[in-house]
């Protein structure tokens, strides 16, 4: 089993996301509200009412709970699974850091770090 490059912390914030590319299916055009259920600066597992192909690159705007802020990124889709109980799918999506920016708001948020 491979361990994560970064910790986890559970946190849940309000999210949007938007499919890129998406395998054979048809791909879903719309933004779709989801929420993150953990955080980390590399990741997300997200909690959304529609399930992605492996793979699929999505844009998020994801508004951070703590620090305020709202942060706009790529990600891939790396697993997926269906929760039962709670009737969503998670994803587990790898943040594709296109700026720094994105990187220092994550850490201010995650651990509060005044920069």
């Known amino acids: 089993m491979q361990k ?38 590399g990741g997300a597992r997200i ?13 998020l705007k994801i508004e951070l709970v703590r620090s305020r802020e709202t942060i706009r990124l790529k990600g891939q889709v790396k697993w997926v699974k269906r929760d039962e109980t709670e009737n969503v799918f998670e994803l587990g999506v790898e943040f594709d850091h296109e700026t720094a920016q994105t990187i220092t708001s994550l850490m201010k948020n995650l651990h509060s770090i005044v920069l």
């Not at 890129?20 to 055009?29: C, D, H, R, T």
């Not at 909690?47 to 844009?59: A, C, D, K, N, Y």
Request: proline fraction near 6%.
């Open 47 to 59: 909690h959304s009412p529609v399930p992605f192909e492996l793979g699929t690159v999505l844009r």
């Open 4 to 41: 994560r490059k970064d910790r986890r912390i559970k946190q849940w914030n309000k999210a949007v996301i938007k499919p890129l590319s998406q395998g054979k299916k048809a791909m879903i055009s719309d933004e779709i509200e989801v929420v993150t259920c953990d955080l980390s600066i």
